[in-house]
């Protein structure tokens, strides 16, 4: 049945439109989430490649 | 599987201790280096061959066509994809503290990805290529791809797995999201029915073939030339500049809109073409989109050197990542502007392109991976930098080399585009005959070549460099490290949110990535598929005849897509130069399709009947003999060399299992038709005065030149008609 929806239609300029809000919505809750994220938490995690300068190989 | 705790003398309370895995680091670090300047010096070779045709010395394997694609695979999967696993097997290890899972798939990976590249750097020559740009290679090399890659992906899950860092830092991130889009590109475009051990054709024709390819083709470049290393970036730079990365949260919004956006841009690589008009506009409106994320991962890049960019003056490494980083911006505020229709229309099929895909790859890959070489080598090899003087030097010929290379591609670009469109006061073509607006080029065409050769240059002087520091230090195969035991036991932090969560859980980070790309992909390619009116058939369309198809598989293995378009986009200069533009429904038995996207010589759409079979003779043998100053190579091998017919029953089953319509049973009889179409040929040579046997390739080949674009004008002696 979706086939024959989809065969039958005329236009598909929908798709760009839908393709738009979901953008949206998937960019606000990235943008949400991110801004509720705790600065302590942020910068523990921006120093993760440096920690290991303290390990028994490094030059 | 491969910890080497077993050694340990003094262990300290609390802490494993474990070691890296520096060989599979090293190995990759040697092809890395080999590579590139195999793939450079194929690309220097190719610009010079492009403007003085001499120099494809009438060679097959070593004719400009076969040996371009040859350099794109080997800068692209060779010398960047080696610097990936190079930079991902050394920070992966490190940012979750752990060896890789399994030493023996870390070989497996590094050999796989070798046998690969060699053996496209036989078949590509000899003109087994499937000419889809960046996916050139035929379906054993495929598979064996897929193979490898999963191999590696396998390896890399795994370490993920066995971490001692509970959460991945996005640059772990960056590399889950290469690795999965990576491995559905590959698998999707790559669906192809074999014909004979090294051909087949594509399960996709025309359009569809079109859209797969560049959404293929646009995401390698997103997936394997630009997410990895924008991984590599988020480890490396902060380790170069020995500070964290300006914003971790500005990263997370990078990842996230980044991998979301790039999937959906494909179809700017079609825009004007027979792509319905739906597609072109998500391709443009999402290319435009990805400004922000790109720059906002540029910034974050570049401010990472906050309060030290006055060690970018004394150190090589930090200079080559601070060009490397703005290559990347510009290259990121550049395609988005190529993508917008107006100004495309503009610069698609010239070397505006060139320039555009060269800024990317030799400043953003080739710098950034020369910074990470100069960073990398003298660590594992437990040494300083052999010479900082000779780094330095190597940073400004390779700085030279890319404006050398860039400005004049520009010109050449712009001028192309100013001659096609340029009409007189009398409503005519002011160059009606193309080849002016190639010999106008030439001399730029000389620059850009001494642009690479300074290039190559400078990564020569970066090999001697890398061979002295490591003869004077020690190489650390197994780099011992401490670090304490992932606690079985975690409890996560009230209302951390949903982002937090994900970055400490792997398959489902890997499923929510998939599902990402998915949503763009599918959202683009189904439609094309089911909605009828997206590619309205013509009914004087008909099949190829055999000896088309052969000849069209000779213009396939030639790699003719490299200089001729095959689309006639709607605008005047277009099609007062080459004819009706081109319509969806004529190519629906295009596998593949030659569309193009570099015009070096005229569009051929519409070459069919614009000349007699003479001329496409003479001009395959000597094409100066119809085109003085014409800078196309010579193709006599085509003359010489018999038409191998022994697949052809097997390319007609083929074609019809794919829904092409050839009448029941025609594979028995597709030789005798072949025969006496290539008789006719024969006598129409031998009539002008031309003697040769019908066997030949080059017949093949005009039988298809002489077809091209010629079913829509209703020709009564087309040979279309014999499907009637």
Same mark, same amino acid.
């Given at each position: 049945?979706?086939?024959?929806?989809?065969?039958?239609?005329?236009?598909?300029?929908?798709?760009?439109?839908?393709?738009?809000?979901?953008?949206? =919505?998937?960019?606000?809750?990235?943008?949400?989430?991110?801004?509720?994220? $705790? %600065?302590?938490?942020?910068?523990?995690?921006?120093?993760?490649?440096?920690?290991?300068?303290?390990?028994?190989?490094?030059? | 599987?491969?910890?080497?705790?077993?050694?340990?003398?003094?262990?300290?309370? *609390?802490?494993?201790? #474990?070691?890296?895995?520096?060989?599979?680091?090293?190995?990759?670090?040697?092809?890395?280096?080999?590579?590139?300047?195999?793939?450079?010096?194929?690309?220097?070779?190719?610009?010079?061959?492009?403007?003085?045709?001499?120099?494809?010395?009438?060679?097959?394997?070593?004719?400009?066509?076969?040996?371009?694609? =040859?350099?794109?695979?080997?800068?692209?999967?060779?010398?960047?994809?080696?610097?990936?696993?190079?930079?991902?097997?050394?920070?992966?290890?490190?940012?979750?503290?752990?060896?890789?899972?399994?030493?023996?798939?870390?070989?497996?990976?590094?050999?796989?990805?070798?046998?690969?590249?060699?053996?496209?750097?036989?078949?590509?020559?000899?003109?087994?290529?499937?000419?889809?740009?960046?996916?050139?290679?035929?379906?054993?090399?495929?598979?064996?791809?897929?193979?490898?890659?999963?191999?590696?992906?396998?390896?890399?899950?795994?370490?993920?797995?066995?971490?001692?860092?509970?959460?991945?830092?996005?640059?772990?991130?960056?590399?889950?999201?290469?690795?999965?889009?990576?491995?559905?590109?590959?698998?999707?475009?790559?669906?192809?029915?074999?014909?004979?051990?090294?051909?087949?054709?594509?399960?996709?024709?025309?359009?569809?073939?079109?859209?797969?390819?560049?959404?293929? /083709?646009?995401?390698?470049?997103?997936?394997?030339?630009?997410?990895?290393?924008?991984?590599?970036?988020?480890?490396?730079?902060?380790?170069?500049?020995?500070?964290?990365?300006?914003?971790?949260?500005?990263?997370?919004?990078?990842?996230?809109?980044?991998?979301?956006?790039?999937?959906?841009?494909?179809?700017?690589?079609? =825009?004007?073409?027979?792509?319905?008009?739906?597609?072109?506009?998500?391709?443009?409106?999402?290319?435009?989109?990805?400004?922000?994320?790109?720059?906002?991962?540029?910034?974050? /890049? =570049?401010?990472?050197?906050?309060?030290?960019?006055?060690?970018?003056?004394?150190?090589?490494?930090?200079?080559?990542?601070?060009?490397?980083?703005?290559?990347?911006?510009?290259?990121?505020?550049?395609?988005?502007?190529?993508?917008? $229709?107006?100004?495309?229309?503009?610069?698609?099929?010239?070397?505006?392109? !060139?320039?555009?895909?060269?800024? /990317?790859?030799?400043?953003?890959?080739?710098?950034?991976?020369?910074?990470?070489? @100069?960073?990398?080598?003298?660590?594992?090899?437990?040494?300083?930098?052999?010479?900082? $003087?000779?780094?330095?030097?190597?940073?400004?010929?390779?700085?030279?080399?890319?404006?050398?290379?860039?400005?004049?591609?520009?010109?050449?670009?712009?001028?192309?585009?100013?001659?096609?469109?340029? #009409?007189?006061?009398?409503?005519?073509?002011?160059?009606?005959?193309?080849?002016?607006?190639?010999?106008?080029?030439?001399?730029?065409?000389?620059?850009?070549?001494?642009?690479?050769?300074? #290039?190559?240059?400078?990564?020569?002087?970066?090999?001697?460099?890398?061979?002295?520091?490591? $003869?004077?230090?020690?190489?650390?195969?197994?780099?011992?490290?401490?670090?304490?035991?992932?606690?079985?036991?975690?409890?996560?932090?009230?209302?951390?949110?949903?982002?937090?969560?994900?970055?400490?859980?792997?398959?489902?980070?890997?499923?929510?990535?998939?599902?990402?790309?998915?949503?763009?992909?599918?959202?683009?390619?189904?439609?094309?598929?089911?909605?009828?009116?997206?590619?309205?058939?013509?009914?004087?369309?008909?099949?190829?005849?055999?000896?088309?198809?052969? *000849?069209?598989?000779?213009?396939?293995?030639?790699?003719? @897509?490299?200089?001729?378009?095959?689309?006639?986009?709607?605008?005047?200069?277009?099609?007062?130069?080459?004819?009706?533009?081109?319509?969806?429904?004529?190519?629906? @038995?295009?596998?593949? #399709?030659?569309?193009?996207? %570099?015009?070096?010589?005229?569009?051929?759409?519409? !070459? *069919?009947?614009?000349?007699?079979?003479?001329?496409? @003779?003479?001009?395959?043998?000597?094409?100066?003999?119809?085109?003085?100053?014409?800078?196309?190579?010579?193709?006599?091998?085509?003359?010489?060399?018999?038409?191998?017919?022994?697949?052809?029953?097997?390319?007609?089953?083929?074609?019809?299992?794919?829904?092409?319509?050839?009448?029941?049973?025609?594979?028995?009889?597709?030789?005798?038709?072949?025969?006496?179409?290539?008789?006719?040929?024969?006598?129409?040579? %031998?009539?002008?005065?031309?003697?040769?046997?019908?066997?030949?390739?080059?017949?093949?080949?005009?039988?298809?030149?002489?077809?091209? *674009?010629?079913?829509?004008? /209703?020709?009564?002696?087309?040979?279309?008609?014999?499907?009637?």
């Amino acid at each position: 049945m979706f086939k024959n929806i989809l065969n039958s239609a005329n236009e598909s300029n929908l798709l760009p439109l839908i393709a738009l809000v979901v953008f949206f =919505l998937f960019f606000s809750f990235i943008i949400w989430n991110t801004y509720k994220m $705790k %600065k302590e938490v942020a910068d523990s995690m921006s120093n993760i490649p440096l920690e290991e300068n303290n390990n028994l190989g490094e030059v | 599987m491969s910890e080497t705790n077993d050694n340990v003398q003094a262990k300290p309370v *609390g802490l494993d201790t #474990f070691s890296y895995d520096n060989q599979i680091v090293k190995l990759f670090t040697i092809a890395t280096v080999a590579w590139g300047a195999v793939g450079m010096l194929v690309g220097v070779i190719i610009a010079f061959q492009i403007y003085l045709p001499d120099l494809n010395f009438d060679i097959p394997w070593l004719t400009f066509s076969r040996l371009r694609p =040859l350099h794109t695979n080997a800068v692209i999967f060779a010398f960047v994809g080696n610097g990936i696993f190079m930079g991902v097997y050394y920070s992966l290890q490190r940012l979750l503290k752990t060896r890789m899972w399994s030493d023996m798939f870390s070989k497996l990976h590094f050999w796989g990805w070798q046998s690969i590249i060699v053996s496209a750097a036989i078949t590509l020559p000899l003109g087994y290529t499937q000419s889809k740009e960046y996916a050139e290679l035929e379906w054993p090399i495929d598979i064996a791809i897929a193979v490898v890659w999963v191999i590696f992906g396998i390896n890399m899950f795994r370490t993920i797995m066995a971490r001692r860092e509970r959460h991945m830092y996005v640059a772990i991130w960056f590399y889950i999201a290469s690795w999965i889009t990576v491995a559905v590109l590959h698998i999707f475009n790559s669906i192809e029915v074999p014909v004979s051990f090294l051909q087949s054709y594509p399960v996709y024709a025309g359009v569809q073939d079109a859209l797969i390819q560049w959404w293929y /083709g646009h995401n390698a470049v997103a997936f394997f030339l630009t997410t990895p290393y924008l991984g590599l970036m988020y480890y490396f730079m902060p380790k170069a500049a020995n500070r964290p990365v300006y914003s971790y949260k500005l990263s997370i919004i990078h990842f996230w809109s980044l991998i979301f956006i790039y999937i959906w841009a494909g179809p700017h690589h079609l =825009l004007y073409t027979s792509l319905p008009d739906w597609a072109q506009s998500i391709g443009m409106v999402f290319s435009l989109m990805l400004i922000a994320p790109s720059w906002g991962g540029m910034l974050n /890049g =570049l401010l990472t050197l906050r309060g030290a960019f006055d060690r970018v003056r004394e150190d090589p490494i930090l200079k080559f990542m601070v060009v490397a980083v703005t290559a990347y911006g510009m290259a990121t505020f550049e395609g988005p502007m190529l993508s917008i $229709k107006s100004l495309n229309a503009i610069t698609h099929y010239t070397d505006w392109t !060139i320039a555009h895909v060269h800024v /990317g790859a030799l400043g953003w890959n080739g710098f950034l991976t020369f910074g990470i070489l @100069y960073y990398l080598v003298p660590k594992m090899w437990r040494t300083t930098l052999y010479s900082k $003087k000779l780094a330095t030097t190597h940073f400004w010929i390779g700085m030279i080399g890319i404006i050398l290379y860039a400005i004049p591609m520009y010109w050449a670009g712009i001028t192309q585009s100013l001659m096609w469109k340029q #009409f007189t006061a009398d409503g005519q073509l002011l160059y009606p005959n193309f080849l002016e607006t190639v010999t106008q080029i030439v001399p730029l065409y000389a620059l850009r070549a001494i642009g690479g050769t300074l #290039f190559l240059t400078g990564a020569l002087i970066m090999v001697y460099n890398l061979i002295k520091t490591a $003869k004077q230090g020690k190489f650390d195969k197994d780099e011992e490290h401490q670090a304490p035991p992932l606690p079985k036991k975690f409890v996560p932090e009230k209302g951390e949110g949903k982002l937090r969560f994900l970055e400490r859980q792997p398959i489902t980070m890997h499923i929510g990535v998939l599902v990402l790309i998915m949503i763009g992909g599918l959202v683009e390619v189904i439609p094309l598929y089911t909605i009828n009116s997206n590619v309205p058939t013509i009914s004087s369309v008909k099949p190829y005849t055999p000896l088309e198809l052969e *000849g069209r598989d000779i213009y396939v293995r030639e790699g003719c @897509y490299v200089c001729h378009s095959q689309m006639i986009r709607p605008f005047r200069a277009e099609t007062e130069r080459y004819g009706e533009y081109s319509k969806s429904g004529e190519f629906v @038995y295009d596998r593949p #399709f030659q569309w193009g996207s %570099k015009r070096l010589g005229p569009d051929l759409h519409r !070459i *069919g009947g614009k000349y007699p079979d003479a001329w496409h @003779y003479e001009h395959m043998k000597d094409p100066t003999s119809m085109s003085p100053g014409s800078i196309m190579p010579r193709y006599g091998w085509m003359i010489e060399d018999d038409l191998d017919v022994s697949s052809l029953e097997r390319k007609i089953e083929v074609m019809t299992s794919l829904g092409v319509p050839y009448p029941e049973g025609y594979e028995k009889h597709a030789l005798n038709d072949l025969m006496k179409q290539a008789e006719q040929i024969a006598a129409n040579l %031998k009539s002008a005065g031309i003697d040769v046997d019908k066997k030949k390739e080059i017949i093949a080949m005009i039988a298809y030149l002489q077809r091209m *674009g010629i079913d829509i004008k /209703g020709d009564p002696k087309s040979t279309a008609n014999q499907f009637e």
